[in-house]
């Protein structure tokens, strides 16, 4: 039998309220909820999140990747795993 590692992964949050999780607008108007295998690429996005003042201070939570894929699952969230090829820049809210 096979057994396989939880790995952890990362998530952006409302800073002290880990609850309070940060998601996107997919194209067609869903939440998705950026799931990042890297601390650094999570880091990355926070930077990039913080220099937008309009944003709330915020903050990244290590989270074990089956915890938060069931979580999402459970309650019908959309999510979506960036792996280290992946490069995941905040969307511009003025392009509305």
Do not use: N
């Not at 820049?89 to 003025?94: A, C, G, R, T, V």
Request: proline residues 7%; hydrophobic residues 35%.
């Amino acid at each position: 039998m096979k057994v396989v590692k939880s790995s952890d992964m990362y998530i952006v949050t409302l800073e002290d309220h880990p609850d309070g999780v940060y998601s996107i607008f997919d194209d067609e108007d869903d939440r998705v909820i950026p799931i990042f295998q890297e601390e650094d690429d999570a880091d990355r996005y926070l930077m990039m999140l913080e220099d937008d003042e309009d944003y709330p201070p915020m903050q990244i939570v290590e989270v074990e990747d089956h915890v938060i894929i069931t979580a999402c699952q459970e309650r019908g969230h959309k999510f979506s795993i960036i792996t280290p090829d992946d490069f995941l820049i905040p969307p511009d809210d003025s392009e509305e």
